[in-house]
T-cell receptor, first 116, second 117 residues
Framework: AQSVTQLGSHVSVSEGALVLLRCNYS??????LFWYVQYPNQGLQLLLK??????LVKGINGFEAEFKKSETSFHLTKPSAHMSDAAEYFC??????????????FGSGTRLSIRP | GAVVSQHPSWVICKSGTSVKIECRSL??????MFWYRQFPKQSLMLMAT?????????EQGVEKDKFLINHASLTLSTLTVTSAHPEDSSFYIC?????????????FGPGTRLTVT
């Protein structure tokens, strides 16, 4: 079975400060890993994904994440927070099954707040 | 490209009635679609995997007779909440895997907010 654990249900940073959202995964097989963002009353937007190419993955809006197998982590970072980054962030994992699509399992989410 | 739509975007229904939610892949074919439920301030919980032309696979604890899923074509899956009750009020999100694309690539719909009064 696969799972992800997001450390911290709420993170608050000042505008311009470093953003760090933590995610640890558990998987018996090499996983695919994702970060999604959700704004209030909206669907999900994919920020970035790890699919076994480079371990440092760059995504949209200046976000990036590093896959660390030894630590089973996939933390999300952004050097300088913007007010527009305030949202809910979900880390997610799926397997590399042979079907046309593998189910994605989501973490509990981390709400990011930005202080002016 | 790779757009998934949901209809309706929001719906209010009375307790005891049934509600159908549509999930469409607009510009690609999807053999597999997924249905998630999200309660306020909570994560997305996978309800079921919808396979075109066959029965859906439900996650443990999800009542298949209450949440009817039909994947009639490669671009359409429907979720029907039967005999809805206030506790079924939630945000329902679907996703679709592109049959012709990478296995890991899924695209999410904008969600449907269901309120049962």
């Amino acid at each position: 079975a696969q799972s992800v654990t997001q450390l911290g249900s709420h993170v608050s940073v000042s505008e311009g400060a470093l953003v760090l959202l933590r995610c640890n995964y558990s998987s018996s097989v090499p996983p695919y890993l994702f970060w999604y963002v959700q704004y209030p009353n909206q669907g999900l937007q994919l920020l970035l994904k790890y699919t076994s190419a480079a371990t440092l993955v760059k995504g949209i809006n200046g976000f990036e994440a590093e896959f660390k197998k030894s630590e089973t982590s996939f933390h999300l970072t952004k050097p300088s927070a913007h007010m527009s980054d305030a949202a809910e962030y979900f880390c997610a994992v799926s397997d590399r099954g042979r079907s046309s699509a593998s189910k994605i399992i989501f973490g509990s989410g981390t709400r990011l707040s930005i202080r002016p | 490209g790779a757009v998934v739509s949901q209809h309706p975007s929001w719906v209010i229904c009375k307790s005891g009635t049934s509600v159908k939610i549509e999930c469409r892949s607009l510009d690609f074919q999807a053999t597999t679609m997924f249905w998630y439920r999200q309660f306020p301030k909570q994560s997305l919980m996978l309800m079921a995997t919808s396979n075109e032309g066959s029965k859906a696979t439900y996650e443990q604890g999800v009542e298949k007779d209450k949440f009817l899923i039909n994947h009639a074509s490669l671009t359409l899956s429907t979720l029907t909440v039967t005999s809805a009750h206030p506790e079924d009020s939630s945000f329902y999100i679907c996703s679709a895997g592109n049959t012709g694309g990478p296995r890991y690539e899924q695209y999410f719909g904008p969600g449907t907010r269901l309120t049962v009064t």
